[in-house]
């Protein structure tokens, strides 16, 4: 299946199950998962079994993978490293968001071959922003090419702690601001230079592998705080994403001892 073919049935789910619950959820629509703020909607599920029934038509030999199926069978995630050919789904990335109202959410997907990432895509539902990786062809945004904006200004991050928030590492880096808690916002804030770096404390599959792999194709680095690319097989506590190599460097200078 293309890669604009996939995108075409992003859109689609989106638009069947996803859209029209927007500020429509009933309480029963809605559970915890591991936690208060690990939520998981009706349109989560629904969407991920869409498009987990669509890819495996298409690619019958693919172990196809979601968010939710891990959460009911982490062994899946063990599988994913090893396989031939397998495709990622993040069927609503930023649910709490979705949940409250607002429009930071998207659907991530991402393809791997043999443990890298090939393919990367992320849908905007609320803003109509389709993001296209392909492994050594590049990013595109809405079929047109990006050019990160620059700043004259010291790195500038974002991150989902408090206590990094606000952080300059000491004078090194502009202070820390406030992730949007969507991965599928987050990295295009990276990607359109709006931000520098992004440091993330978990490295699930399914929030990284296609951001990741967009972040690298416009320039930028995707490593754990180890200094390791990151890949389908990362599991190290910690991920650091940058828009340059010497902006990662002074990023994980400044950030390192935050979370040793």
């Known amino acids: 299946m293309d890669t604009a073919a996939i995108l075409e049935l992003i859109k689609e789910t989106a638009e069947e199950v996803i859209n029209p619950r927007f500020r429509a959820l009933e309480r029963a629509d809605v559970e ?3 936690s208060p703020d690990d939520l998981v909607t009706i349109a989560d599920r629904e969407a991920e079994n869409l498009l987990s029934s669509a890819l495996r038509r298409i690619h019958p030999d693919a172990l196809v993978i979601g968010e939710e199926a891990v959460f009911a069978n982490p062994e899946l995630r063990r599988k994913l490293p090893g396989a031939e050919h397998a495709f990622v789904i ?3 990335d930023g649910t709490r968001n979705f949940v409250e109202g607002r429009r930071e959410h998207g659907v991530m997907l991402a393809e791997t071959r043999s443990g890298v990432t090939t393919r990367g895509w992320i849908w905007q539902p609320r803003t109509g922003r389709g993001y296209v990786a392909e492994k050594g062809a590049g990013l595109r945004l809405n079929d047109e090419p990006i050019t990160p904006e620059r700043h004259d200004r010291s790195p500038l991050g974002a991150s989902s702690k ?3 928030q606000g952080f300059t590492g000491g004078g ?8 949007l808690f969507a991965c599928a916002f987050d990295y295009p804030r990276v990607l359109h230079g709006e931000l520098d770096f992004i440091h993330y404390t978990k490295v699930m599959p399914w929030d990284h592998l296609a951001g990741s792999l967009m972040v690298v194709e416009n320039g930028g680095v995707s490593r754990t705080m180890n200094g390791a ?4 097989a990362s599991e190290a506590n910690g991920l650091l994403v940058a828009r340059d190599p010497e902006i990662w460097e002074t ?9 040793s």
């Open 229 to 232: 690319d990151y890949t389908a």
């Open 162 to 164: 408090t206590h990094v």
């Open 90 to 92: 993040d069927p609503i």
């Open 32 to 34: 915890a998962k591991t």
């Open 172 to 179: 090194e880096l502009s202070p820390v601001v406030r992730s």
């Open 251 to 259: 990023a994980h200078r400044c950030l390192d001892g935050l979370f």
